[in-house]
């Protein structure tokens, strides 16, 4: 139970670096990505 609960945390860790990272990366491109693309 304790290995599934560190898997579970180790994977949610991932996500939200992964989510933050993407956040950031399309927060510093939006003033380069032509307005046609924005949604």
Known sequence: ???LLSL???LLAL???T???TA???V???PVT???LRK
């Open 19 to 21: 989510v933050s990272s």
């Open 24 to 26: 950031s990366a399309w």
């Open 1 to 3: 139970m304790k290995k």
């Open 8 to 10: 579970a945390g180790a």
């Open 28 to 30: 510093f491109y939006q």
């Open 15 to 17: 996500l939200a670096v």
């Open 34 to 36: 032509p307005k046609c």
